[in-house]
């Protein structure tokens, strides 16, 4: 019994070690700059600030590349947050972005209305929309982050934004409790925005690796038809499905109107055989011509 108890120990012993010794052998170094930026973020990945979610603005922002104040949904507390953090001037937003809206808005489908086109789940940054096609959608309530990209996309326009609701605080004729209260209320509030921005950073970083494995997957499969198909078919020539078939149309037809397009009189890119086909339909319009004149008798 007490050699077991020893082995097992030991043995916990070992993996922890080579669980501490892996851990800080392939540690995956972080800029800490931008994670302390993304951090300050609502993660609402809205594109409002013009950059393809929160992270890339947070990068973008760490270079100098682009200015604090372009997060309508952060606000004014979020500018003032990221100066304190940067040690930087405290701007106003920049409206030409958007308005700040004190009162964060969900999406709403209207069940009735929707036609299953699944172009609002793949606009979704965060995956906040279940259904499927010729099915009908739903907003997961509790992850939708208000971004509004959903809205364009709807072709029968069935999705509006409401505001959430708020929890009321019980009204009290004692100051100090009135204070007690609304503090409590404030600080759940900003627990849970908090938490909500968490989760919405996780599910967005989620939904782009789901993005790009699915690309890599599509690549492979192709790759695999296409060599599937080239020793099936060794003498025929099996076209390139990486390549974009509208880019590839349209270089053909460009390709054929360059080959169509001589000038006039211009002969010298031309088969005997087209050269005579052209002599013998002149000589024939020359023919013709003559006849309407009254000069053949």
């Not at 973008?60 to 004014?76: H, K, L, Y």
């Not at 959903?150 to 959430?164: E, N, S, T, W």
């Not at 690309?215 to 076209?239: F, G, N, S, T």
């Amino acid at each position: 019994m007490l050699t077991a108890i020893l082995t097992i120990g030991l043995m916990v012993g070992l993996f922890g070690l080579a669980l501490g010794y892996a851990g800080i052998r392939f540690k995956v170094e972080g800029n800490s700059v931008v994670d302390q930026i993304d951090a300050l973020l609502p993660q609402t990945q809205c594109r409002q600030c013009t950059y393809a979610g929160c992270r890339p603005y947070a990068e973008a922002i760490a270079q100098g590349e682009a200015p604090i104040n372009q997060c309508p949904p952060g606000g004014q507390s979020t500018i003032v947050a990221l100066a304190g953090l940067l040690k930087v001037e405290v701007l106003e937003l920049n409206t030409a972005h958007g308005e700040h809206k004190e009162i964060p808005l969900v999406a709403i489908i209207a069940e009735q209305s929707c036609i299953g086109c699944t172009l609002c789940i793949q606009a979704c940054p965060v995956d906040a929309i279940l259904g499927a096609a010729k099915h009908m959608h739903t907003i997961i309530a509790d992850e939708c982050t208000g971004c509004e990209l959903c809205l364009p996309p709807c072709p029968v326009d069935c999705i509006d934004m409401v505001p959430i609701k708020q929890s009321a605080v019980c009204p009290s004729q004692i100051p100090l409790v009135q204070y007690y209260r609304a503090t409590r209320s404030k600080i759940r509030a900003l627990t849970q925005a908090r938490f909500k921005s968490d989760r919405s950073r996780t599910r967005f970083e989620f939904r782009e690796k789901r993005l790009l494995l699915k690309k890599q997957l599509d690549e492979e499969r192709r790759r695999i038809k296409r060599e599937a198909l080239q020793k099936k078919h060794p003498q025929k020539k099996v076209a390139d499905t990486t390549v974009n078939p509208v880019q590839a149309a349209l270089e053909r037809v460009r390709a054929k109107k360059q080959a169509l397009d001589v000038k006039p009189g211009s002969t010298t890119d031309l088969t005997t055989a087209q050269q005579k086909q052209i002599e013998q339909t002149d000589k024939r319009r020359h023919v013709t011509s003559r006849t309407r004149q009254g000069i053949v008798k």
